[in-house]
Every structure is written in C-alpha cells, then in structure tokens.
DNA sequence: TGCGTTTATTTGTCTATACATATTATAGCC
DNA sequence: GGCTATAATATGTATAGACAAATAAACGCA
C-alpha cells in the first residue's frame, strides 16, 4: 500500500486541528444553532484526509453536546448550549411561572454610564469602557423574591441599549438572547440591612441567599450580577447526573 | 482481505457493549480508582476485535475522565470521579488545609441505627435499613466552620462501619472512597437557632448558609447531608468551563 | 392527490495496517 | 552505586476499504 506523504504532518495533530476549527466556528457564532455542519465527505476532501479522521471529530463533537447528528440528513450544531446539567442560570420569570404563580417585575434603576473603577472589578475588564447599571426586584405572588443588581458590558452585548427594560427582565432578555461559554457563581448567605430588608418586605437582619454570578464568551466578560433573596423564599437547587 | 464471521454481531454495536462493560467495573467500584485497566492487546483478545475499537472505547472513556491513559504504562481509573466542573463536592479538611490554615474536627455523636421514617425520607429509601446518622463540626484556626449533619446507607456502603469516624470526618472519607453518579444541591440561608449558634460560636440570628446535599450511585442512595456554615465565612463556588 | 415502495445518501461501526511518540525498563559503562 | 544510551512497549494518530442501518427524497401507482 501506498503511504501519502501528508502522513507526518508537522504541528499538532491533524484530528485536533480540524476539532479547533469546528469549535470555533460554533463557538463565535459563525456556525449558529441548526447550522449544517459540512459533510464527512466535504470535509474529507477541505481537509485532504481520510473519513475515518473527520468521523472522530464530528463524533467526540456529538459526545460533547456540540453537534447532532442524523443519519442520510447530516449534522447540525445543537440548540441547547453547553450549560447542560450544572449550576443552570435560571430565567426567574419563567421558575416563578412554572410552578403557577404570578409573576411581577419592576425596575428600580438603570443607568448608562462610562465603568467606574467599581464596575471593572466587578466585571473584570482593564481598559474603560461602557456599562449599564441596572437594579431591580422580581416578586412571586405579590410578595418580593430577589433583588437583582445588574452590569452589563456595552461592548459585549450592543443590543442591550435597544432593550425596554422595563417590562422585560435583564434576566429573562439575558439568558434567552446571550450566549455564553463561561460561568462563576459565588454563593454565601447574610443578614439583610434596613435597605434591603426594606426592598424585599422582611424583617432587618433576616438570612438573605446572596448569589453573585459572572460569565463570560470566550474570555470577555458579559455581564455580572448579584441577586439577594430571602433565605426563607428560596432554594437553589443543582443537580448532576453525568451521561444522562 | 478475508472478512470475519464476527462482523454482524446482532444486537448492540460492540463498541458499545465494551464500554459498558468497562463502564459497569469502574462505577461499581470492581476496578477501584489507580486501577489498571486491561491493554489495548489484552481487550482485543477478550471481546476478539481489533485493536481501533478498544482504543476507540478507552479514548472516549479518557474524555469522559473515567479513566486516564499514560503511554507505554497503560490505562488507569482516575481517582478525581466524574463532578470536573459542576458544584463540585468538597473535602472541608482539603480545603482549609490548601488555604494554608490549621483545620479541627469534632464528631459529636454518632449512632448505628434502624432508619426511622423520616431517616428514609431523607435518603429517599423505601423498606427497612440501617443507618449510620452523625453529626461533627469542622473548623479552621480553631474557628468552628460547618455542622455537619449526615446519614449514610450501610448496604450502600458497608466499609462505612469500619471507619472510626472520631478522627477522620465522614466527609473526607467518603470523597475519597466512595464514588457517585448523581449529586443534588439544595442550598438555602437561614438565621442561626440557640443551639447552632452555640455550636458554631456565632450571635444567634446570624445569618447561614444551609447545603443539603444528597447523592447516588446509579439510582441508590447512598448519603444525605446537612451542612451549616457561617454566612461570613463561607463562600459556595460553582465555576463553569465547558470544553476545558 | 395521497400513499406505499424503492433508491440514494449519510452516518455508524468495524477491520487490518502503518508509523509516530512517549515513557518505562534494561543493559552497559564509568 | 549512579548515570546514560538503548530497546521494548503501550498508546496516539492516520489510512483505505467494507458493510450496516437509518431515512430523506424520488418514484410509481391507485
């Protein structure tokens, strides 16, 4: 048999060079959800190797959750980001709907405003750059259920300056329209200050799930939140099931 | 090129079975983590296939990080089990003792028992069994840190009664030698009773953060856990990468 | 038009072979 | 003993060729 001579190819591996690729092209959003990935064949012939190589990377893709495959129609990346089974960042609106209840909303504030040295930390950028501030509480039945204290990178997400945020929960708007790759939570509990104790409807010094969030895309910080419930009003919940 | 009989296997595709059968050792615990898996050659020889397929299985177990392979010495169980990016389960005493600070345990109280009913609620079991409940504090620098408030499932895990928990806690112990498959959080705040805040030495009312968290092992329970903390000392982190 | 049948295409799995690469074990040397 | 060069071995990557299974699309018929 005949060896090519594209064989001991230089740089990394051939297998993890096209997996790259890929990768990228559904992760920047080139490649969006229901986009059809080229066929084996076409990548076969993009790539000059063999079918064998280009069958491995779309199937450890599909493991991964970033593609589907169907037979005689092909493969697609896949709607439902990553996010699969972790921590999920919950659309509150939504919760609070599933289980029956009314759900109410209302902005308490929201500026445009050039990052202040406060707002970098948070949201972990050098440079200046533009942010919206934004604070506001979510209610279940009436009663108050968080408050949810809000940054979001202009230059990450433009379109949040074209958002009525008003009716619409930064939340709700976030997790329908941004994707992300990266997250952080941080959780910890405290006693609730006259401020806060005032905004959510409870006593002063009652036990507050204090959850502050970030995440990222690809590296560039997209948004950080700090969301105070009461502690008697909520639980959070995470469970993993790994293959499910 | 002759073709084997073997080809057409009926049922399930080989691949498959393969790795279900080294998935089923390594979860039941039969191949212990730091144990080796069988060779390439020698897989080869026990299911008859070539040598693609088993390294197909061993690779995709790789990624999934069951098992973790070094050249020229072979496949070896990772101990790390599943939990790479979720909520991970922490091991209290690792954690302070990485933070550089002196770490103290104290059970007190611990008893073998009959599941009383609302033993069996908590670990969500339906017939008679035996329990091990206990309760122990962990500090750091002498600072009381957690309650810890556990049942474990002794036909779950039978070794758990030859364990002298008065120097280890239960809860090193299990993330070392017990391996899971489905993890659920619940996490909550709440004020500080009279008789924790006498436990954890801080003002009754202070605010905490309550972890309860129960776990599986391919559908059977295996413990539940209550874990209180200080609101001001402990901070929860749950980080997200996807493809690391 | 509507429904069942055939066909074509794509992915899924498997084999046999080849060579690359990392690393452990061994043999040899000072 | 301790160091280094060498050989042995297991995994890593890649190829070409086969056949299986699923199914979308084209076809044919009533």
């Known amino acids: 048999m005949r060896l090519e001579a594209k064989r001991g190819v230089p740089g990394a591996a051939l297998y993890q060079r ?6 990228t092209k559904i992760m920047s ?3 969006p959800p229901g986009h059809r990935v ?12 063999s079918r064998m190589t280009v069958n491995k990377v779309l199937s450890t893709l599909a493991d991964a ?9 092909g493969s697609f990346v896949s709607r439902p980001r990553v996010q699969s089974a972790i921590l999920q960042i919950p659309d509150l609106k939504a919760e609070i709907e599933k289980r029956g209840e009314r ?10 405003r050039n990052a202040t040295a406060q707002d970098r930390i948070r949201l972990g950028i050098g440079g200046r750059a533009t942010v919206l501030a934004l604070r506001c509480r979510h209610e279940a039945e009436e009663q108050p259920f968080a408050i949810e204290d809000r940054l979001i990178s202009v230059q990450a997400v433009p379109d949040v300056l074209k958002q009525d ?10 997790v329908g329209h941004v994707p992300w790759t990266e997250a952080e939570h941080r959780i910890t509990a405290c006693n609730a200050d006259n401020d806060v104790a005032a905004e959510l409807g409870i006593e002063p010094g009652a036990a507050c ?18 969301l105070i419930h009461p502690g008697r009003l909520y639980d959070l919940i995470a469970r993993f099931t790994p293959t499910a």
């Open 165 to 174: 945020f008003s009716i619409t929960p930064p939340n709700t708007w976030l």
């Open 29 to 31: 959003g080139a490649w």
């Open 65 to 73: 959750g970033l593609v589907v495959r169907r037979r005689r129609a």
């Open 38 to 49: 080229p066929f084996e064949h076409e990548l076969m012939e993009t790539y000059s190797c």
């Open 209 to 226: 799930l204090v959850i502050e969030r970030q995440t990222w895309r690809n590296g560039e910080p997209i948004t950080a939140v700090r």
């Open 103 to 112: 759900y109410g909303y209302r902005l308490l504030d929201l500026q445009k």
């Open 18 to 23: 096209i997996r790259n690729d890929l990768e």
